[in-house]
């Protein structure tokens, strides 16, 4: 019995199945026909087409904006246009800025000057009472050593003859005492007598001008006298004066078409390309403050 029972069971699980697929391929096949592009259909009252109507081309005019209260003019389909005047102000009308002004052209690179063969650098006093027994350090510039002469004697290699040493004790301004070292010397080149003060180069009375140009970096011309003209790829110059005290000199630019002519005067400042400075001299310079501090005491009683 219990075969029998297994059987039918068998068969009716079998039944089951096969309906089952049965009913999975109909419902597989309406879809698959619904859904394919070949068999759609258009609706019965599709919509109909209409002509598009023909554009005409047409020009607005605009009315001249007008000017309103507060000067502006502006409507409300015209955009704002507005601008900034001379003095930084917001303003309805245009404004262009000036030009930037015309170079100078050249400037002051150096005011160079030759210093004398003969310079005096340092005194030993052997007594203090008594200038002329001092022994005198010199330097000379051309043979490149120093010289030890005393007052009387005379250097024939340098050429030069050490005719009178004097210190002067001087206060100055600050009450403090101060020594002025000065040798007279016979320059037998020249022929001619020297004046030599301690701690003060001397220098020989040439000069010689460097000038050049931050616009044209080749240019370099050097003078040594004035009133000289010369001219460049941005003008044409003349070097009025030379100040030595000043270390300036005074540049007149000539005028052309366009400019007007122009005076400058010119301070000695640094190369552009290198930055290194080159100050002028003058024999006129002041001369370093000598320090005489042991001798104060003993020298405000005199």
Known sequence: MNKIYDKLSLIIACLVLAGGVFLYLQTTGKEASVGAPGELRPADNPYQARAVPESVDTSANWPEVSEQSTGWRYDVFTPPKIFIDAE?????EGWTPPPPPVPFGVYLADIQRKPYRIQLEGYIEEDTSDASKSLLLFFDEERDRQLRVRPGNT???????????????????????????KAVIYDLRKNETVTLRHGQRRYDSGVTVLIRSN????????LSEAP?????????????????????????????????????????????????TSPASSTDQPAAPES???????DSFF
Do not use: C, M, W
């Open 88 to 92: 930084g102000r917001f303003s309805a």
């Open 155 to 181: 250097a024939a290699d340098s050429e030069f003859e050490l005719r009178e040493f004097t210190i002067q004790r001087v206060r100055n301004e600050e009450g403090g005492i101060e020594r002025v070292a």
């Open 215 to 222: 616009e044209h970096p080749d240019f370099e011309l050097s």
């Open 228 to 276: 000289a003209e010369f001219e460049t790829p941005g003008g044409s110059y003349t070097l009025q004066e030379i100040n030595l005290e000043d270390s300036s000199i005074t540049v007149e630019k000539h005028s052309t078409e366009e400019t007007e002519p122009e005076t400058k005067t010119l301070q000695t400042r640094a190369r552009s390309s290198t930055g290194s």
């Open 292 to 298: 005489d501090s042991s001798f104060n005491d003993l």
